[in-house]
């Protein structure tokens, strides 16, 4: 049986431990939703991913992403994605800008839980608003 003092001492050690272990959670860089939402995707439960892809049709796949201000609590990437024409067939590359925020516990790391697709079908145009989904579960926000 352990003596007082070092019942003590053995108690604060692990408070010490369980805040620190609490502190890095917090303050660890955030991923992009969770690798489980989208199975056949990409870029999902890493940081800052350079290419980012739902896992279906090539509207939701966005390469060469550049982020701003990852780790805040709203970042922006721009990429290049793909714009559907009449039909997806029909499409064009085009520029892509993603909205993550909502930060969370998502699958036990710190990470974005929501994201916006945004497409700008011609240069002179405006960016159109293309969905918006639930990164940490994989369904639409």
Same mark, same amino acid.
Request: aromatic fraction near 10%.
């Given at each position: 049986?352990?003596?007082?003092? !070092? *019942? ?9 431990? @369980?805040?620190?272990?609490?502190? @890095? ?9 969770? !690798?489980?939402? =989208?199975?056949? #995707?990409? #870029? =999902?439960? !890493?940081? !800052? %991913? ?12 966005? *390469? ?7 780790g805040s609590g709203h970042s922006t990437g ?7 024409? +009449?039909? @997806?067939?029909?499409?064009? %590359?085009?520029? @892509?800008s993603l909205h993550v925020y909502a930060l ?9 839980? +929501?994201?916006?697709?945004? =497409? ?22």
């Amino acid at each position: 049986m352990l003596s007082r003092p !070092k *019942t003590l001492m053995a108690t604060a050690a692990a408070l010490l431990l @369980v805040a620190a272990s609490s502190a @890095v959670g917090r303050s660890s860089t955030p991923v992009l939703g969770s !690798k489980q939402a =989208f199975p056949n #995707g990409a #870029g =999902f439960g !890493k940081v !800052k %991913p350079r290419h980012v892809f739902l896992g279906g049709d090539p509207t939701g796949d966005v *390469t060469s992403v550049s982020w701003h201000s990852w780790g805040s609590g709203h970042s922006t990437g721009f990429g290049t994605g793909w714009c559907p024409g +009449r039909s @997806v067939a029909s499409g064009h %590359p085009c520029p @892509v800008s993603l909205h993550v925020y909502a930060l969370a516990n998502c699958h036990r790391r710190r990470a974005y839980t +929501r994201m916006a697709f945004y =497409f700008k079908s011609r240069p002179s145009s405006r960016w159109r608003l293309g969905a918006k989904w639930n990164v940490c579960s994989g369904t639409p926000a």
